[in-house]
């Protein structure tokens, strides 16, 4: 049996792209990723930051933009190659 293929983390947010906040709270917690990163790339190229955390400039070009659900040896790779804390994780209603 096969699985349904899941949506993206741009496809469970609303547009702009990573700039609106997602109801979703796990996409929510890939668009603050997302935003983040796309922050502490900064200026520099896709490719170097690729290439400092061992990682294909693909799949950081498909995190930044919503395509792909990062896993944790990319978001570790990354945090590792940036030196900063990138991944915040999903954010609990404290209210419930």
Known sequence: MSRSPRKTPRELAPEPWPEVKSPDPVAEAARVFAATLRAQVGERSTRSVAAAAGIHH???????????????????????????????????????
């Not at 498909?62 to 659900?69: E, F, N, T, Y």
């Not at 944790?72 to 190659?81: G, K, P, S």
């Open 58 to 96: 693909v799949t950081l070009l498909r995190v930044l933009a919503g395509d792909s659900w990062p896993d944790i040896a990319t978001l570790a790779r990354l945090e590792i190659a940036l030196d900063a804390k990138l991944w915040h994780g999903p954010q609990r209603d404290e209210t419930q």
